[in-house]
């Protein structure tokens, strides 16, 4: 039988993304003799590297407090505080640094590469693997992975797959099977093939031992279909406060309006902090937004009495005292129902009321969600009681580690789901080896 059959020291790779590059690349560098293979059931690499911070890539974040990093992680942050010791954002900077690839930090902490192109980031990955001799296969749909014990004397094997899951010690095998009917013995399996819900059903996960937490989106925008402030699209506000009436979920940060809804980060951030509730309630909702983060409608109401001092005789539709911008403050004026000759002493109590509200809490229904780009996250996937944080071993199976989004971590954006890709792959590389 030949090696490709044997695969007495073989890695597969399952996944052709960030966290399964990784892995391959760092694994084939520091195993001399490992064979690796990384498989990806589509016929693109590095999709959603090349399509990430709108083709620039958003490699990771400058933060270097593990602490602080964690907090941006709705689901996972327990996990990452182990894995984030073994490698971290420096630790990203420095390897890219390493292959020629600088990278540069932006006002917000997101860090990019120079270049501003995330193909740079997909040909130093390339290139790595084709300088370690990673064996590249496309369109290899993985349908089932299953784990051979060894035979005995007698043509039995030491333990049936019946019988509870093998152990680190064992010294079995892997059969990777792929659509078509082919399949690849492997020592190891690191899988890496993304988002539980996008990646297909992994009941063969679950016969292995493993647990799944059921699949959310995250990071989505929210639709609000035939609502006025569409009209709007295109107007963003640096600082809003957003909240979902009857709960506890609340974000602050810069808002856009489009023409489906609203976008921006402090959707997004929602999005993900609220991903099972909102889907639990089916992506209908009600919106509640304070155009003026600082304010609450009591201490707005007791500030009034001043403005309209100051600004008595001058129109309110020209006159802005709140740095809103103009088409959005004339939105509100209109749907306070202030007349555009409407002076400042001269505002009725009744629409001044109203809009003091709209400036405070006004209310957007919401139904329905539209993707973020083709920047999709899912919350969801292998359950992390399941996974040692410090290799990416499975505790229920020898020899199979994990990497990136099919386990159930996913952050917000702004580098950080690619920060666990890379943390993860490079720990998954190591095959066990710890320190």
């Not at 990771?60 to 602490?67: F, G, K, Q, R, V």
């Not at 709705?74 to 990278?103: C, I």
């Not at 004397?153 to 680190?168: I, K, M």
């Not at 139904?367 to 229920?396: H, N, W, Y």
């Amino acid at each position: 039988m030949d090696s490709w059959h044997q695969g007495t020291n073989r890695l597969v790779v399952i996944g052709g993304g960030a966290a399964g590059f990784f892995c391959a690349v760092n694994a084939a560098r520091l195993h001399p003799g490992l064979e690796v293979v990384l498989l990806e059931k589509t016929g693109k690499l590095l999709s959603k590297v090349k399509v990430s911070g709108g083709g620039r890539c958003n490699v990771t974040h400058a933060l270097d407090s593990i602490p602080e990093m964690i907090k941006r992680y709705p689901r996972g942050g327990r996990f990452l505080k182990k894995s984030f010791t073994r490698f971290f954002t420096a630790d990203t900077v420095r390897w890219y640094a390493e292959r020629g690839v600088r990278l540069k930090t932006e006002e917000d902490g997101r860090m990019f590469p120079d270049t501003d192109s995330s193909q740079t980031i997909i040909d130093c990955l390339l290139r790595e693997a084709d300088h370690y001799g990673v064996q590249v296969l496309t369109h290899s749909d993985v349908e089932k992975v299953e784990y051979h014990m060894p035979q005995t004397g007698h043509g039995q094997t030491e333990r049936s797959e019946q019988d509870r899951p093998p152990t680190a010690a064992s010294n079995g095998h892997w059969l990777v099977h792929m659509a078509g009917g082919r399949s690849l013995r492997a020592r190891y399996v690191c899988i890496a093939a993304g988002g539980y819900a996008q990646a297909g059903k992994y009941s063969w996960l679950q016969a292995l031992g493993h647990h799944i937490e059921e699949p959310a989106p995250s990071l989505f925008t929210f639709n609000m279909p035939q609502n006025p402030v569409t009209a709007l699209m295109g107007v963003t506000v640096p600082r809003a406060q957003l909240k979902i009436a009857g709960s506890k979920l609340q974000e602050t940060g810069p808002l856009l309006i489009t023409h489906w809804g609203m976008s921006g980060p402090a959707v997004l951030r929602l999005s993900a902090w609220g991903a099972r509730y909102l889907q639990e309630q089916q992506y209908t909702f009600t919106l509640l937004v304070n155009w003026l983060p600082d304010h609450h409608e009591n201490s707005l109401r007791e500030a009034w009495a001043a403005l309209r001092l100051e600004m008595g005789g001058q129109m309110v539709h020209t006159r802005n005292p709140f740095g809103l911008p103009q088409r959005l403050w004339q939105f509100l004026l209109q749907q306070s129902g202030i007349h555009e000759n409407a002076r400042w002493a001269e505002l009725p109590a009744r629409e001044q009321n109203k809009l003091i509200r709209l400036l405070t809490a006004m209310e957007f229904p919401v139904k329905g969600k539209t993707t973020f780009k083709e920047e999709f996250v899912t919350c969801g996937g292998v359950q992390l009681a399941e996974i040692d944080p410090l290799t990416m071993c499975s505790r229920a199976a020898p020899n199979l580690y994990f990497a990136g989004e099919v386990m159930d971590v996913d952050g917000i954006t702004g580098g950080f789901n690619f920060q666990h890709a890379w943390t993860s792959g490079w720990i998954a590389a190591q095959l066990g080896r710890g320190g």
